[in-house]
């Protein structure tokens, strides 16, 4: 199994994470920006994510990782929920600040809990990137016949999502989330008791990849 270290927010220090790549050369992709519009994960405007955006790039300069981000979803920030909106707006910032210059982005990724997975990428393929979808799964709560509220409707989601994942040319790697998860009302988890799967994990590990 792969490990994939994950710079969250802005707050870290650059020279140790840099020795750490440095000296776990195995390591070839740099995760940055958790949800950036979501008001309760990283939090940052575009204008703030463009201001810490050199720092990645130096790292990846100085280290060789890859960067993937930001890991985009549709959000609660004011003004920029739309994942489209806000990273338009990052780009416009970015470019502001760096003579017109696109900020390095290896992989863009994606989180997704709803219906339309397709479609959401369609939107996002306007960048030009590759994906990874680190997070998705379908957590439909609302009360309107198509709410995911027993396993197998889940498990449906799992089968039509992941072939959609497999299929794109542009997604590069995907994960479901979550690996386990109290009170899980939408049946996502794919672990159970300490050691064993569940129906749903058995399942994701059956599924084409």
Request: glycine residues 8%; hydrophobic residues 40%; charged residues 15%.
């Amino acid at each position: 199994m792969d490990f994939y270290p994950m710079l969250w927010n802005g707050n870290y220090d650059a020279a140790s994470i840099e020795a750490s790549l440095k000296k776990n050369p195995q390591i070839k992709y740099l995760l940055v920006l958790n949800e950036p519009n979501q008001s309760d994960q990283s939090n940052l405007t575009p204008q703030q994510a463009a201001n810490l955006w050199p720092g990645f790039e130096a790292i990846a300069a100085h280290t060789g990782v890859k960067i993937v981000g930001p890991a985009i979803s549709w959000g609660t920030m004011p003004g920029y929920a739309d994942p489209v909106v806000w990273l338009d707006a990052f780009y416009a910032a970015y470019r502001n600040a760096n003579g017109n210059r696109d900020p390095q982005i290896d992989y863009l990724a994606f989180h997704w809990y709803d219906y339309g997975l397709a479609g959401q990428l369609d939107r996002l393929a306007k960048y030009g990137k590759p994906f990874w979808v680190t997070e998705f799964a379908n957590w439909h709560a609302q009360n309107d016949g198509a709410q995911i509220d027993t396993l197998a409707k889940q498990e449906a989601q799992m089968k039509d999502m992941v072939a959609i994942c497999e299929a794109r040319a542009d997604v590069f790697r995907y994960a479901w989330f979550t690996g386990r998860w109290n009170n899980d009302s939408h049946f996502t988890s794919l672990l159970g008791a300490p050691g064993q799967l569940t129906d749903l994990g058995r399942l994701y590990l059956s599924l084409p990849h």
